[in-house]
Protein backbone atom coordinates (compact mmCIF):
# COMPACT_ATOMS: atom_id res chain seq x y z
CA UNK A 1 0.00 0.00 0.00
CA UNK A 2 1.27 3.41 -0.76
CA UNK A 3 1.08 6.88 1.82
CA UNK A 4 -2.12 8.68 1.32
CA UNK A 5 -1.67 11.80 -0.71
CA UNK A 6 -2.00 14.78 0.89
CA UNK A 7 -4.76 17.27 1.15
CA UNK A 8 -4.75 20.43 -1.20
CA UNK A 9 -4.40 23.40 0.69
CA UNK A 10 -8.11 24.83 -0.61
CA UNK A 11 -9.30 21.23 0.51
CA UNK A 12 -10.56 22.93 3.72
CA UNK A 13 -11.56 26.24 2.36
CA UNK A 14 -9.79 29.17 2.65
CA UNK A 15 -7.20 29.77 5.30
CA UNK A 16 -8.64 33.46 6.07
CA UNK A 17 -10.81 33.16 9.09
CA UNK A 18 -14.74 34.72 9.26
CA UNK A 19 -15.24 38.12 8.94
CA UNK A 20 -16.41 39.24 11.91
CA UNK A 21 -20.12 40.64 12.57
CA UNK A 22 -20.85 44.12 12.89
CA UNK A 23 -22.13 45.36 16.46
CA UNK A 24 -25.89 46.62 16.50
CA UNK A 25 -24.64 50.23 17.21
CA UNK A 26 -21.51 50.05 14.38
CA UNK A 27 -24.38 48.82 11.50
CA UNK A 28 -26.50 51.73 12.85
CA UNK A 29 -23.36 54.15 12.90
CA UNK A 30 -22.31 52.71 9.07
CA UNK A 31 -26.15 52.12 7.40
CA UNK A 32 -28.17 55.16 8.62
CA UNK A 33 -26.00 58.01 9.67
CA UNK A 34 -23.36 57.94 7.58
CA UNK A 35 -25.06 56.52 4.72
CA UNK A 36 -24.97 58.90 1.75
CA UNK A 37 -28.59 57.86 0.83
CA UNK A 38 -29.73 59.62 4.15
CA UNK A 39 -27.77 62.37 4.01
CA UNK A 40 -30.64 65.06 3.87
CA UNK A 41 -32.59 63.64 6.46
CA UNK A 42 -30.02 63.39 8.64
CA UNK A 43 -29.26 66.83 8.15
CA UNK A 44 -33.12 67.85 8.98
CA UNK A 45 -32.76 66.04 12.29
CA UNK A 46 -29.52 67.58 13.24
CA UNK A 47 -30.87 71.35 12.48
CA UNK A 48 -34.16 70.74 14.44
CA UNK A 49 -32.16 69.19 17.09
CA UNK A 50 -30.00 72.77 17.61
CA UNK A 51 -32.59 75.20 16.82
CA UNK A 52 -34.49 72.94 20.01
CA UNK A 53 -31.46 73.37 21.86
CA UNK A 54 -30.97 76.88 21.01
CA UNK A 55 -34.60 77.56 22.10
CA UNK A 56 -34.21 75.94 25.38
CA UNK A 57 -31.17 77.65 26.04
CA UNK A 58 -32.84 81.33 24.88
CA UNK A 59 -35.69 79.93 27.34
CA UNK A 60 -33.27 79.60 30.47
CA UNK A 61 -30.86 82.63 29.97
CA UNK A 62 -32.23 86.33 31.27
CA UNK A 63 -33.23 87.24 27.72
CA UNK A 64 -36.36 85.30 27.68
CA UNK A 65 -38.15 88.29 29.73
CA UNK A 66 -38.05 90.07 26.66
CA UNK A 67 -40.80 87.75 25.62
CA UNK A 68 -43.28 88.35 28.42
CA UNK A 69 -44.91 91.87 28.17
CA UNK A 70 -44.85 94.15 30.55
CA UNK A 71 -47.99 96.39 31.75
Not at 11 to 34: A, K, V
Request: overall charge negative.
Amino acid sequence: MSAPTPANQLYLGPSGGQPEPQGLLSYIWNEQIMNPANRDGNLNIARAVGLFAVGIMFVRSDLASALVPVF
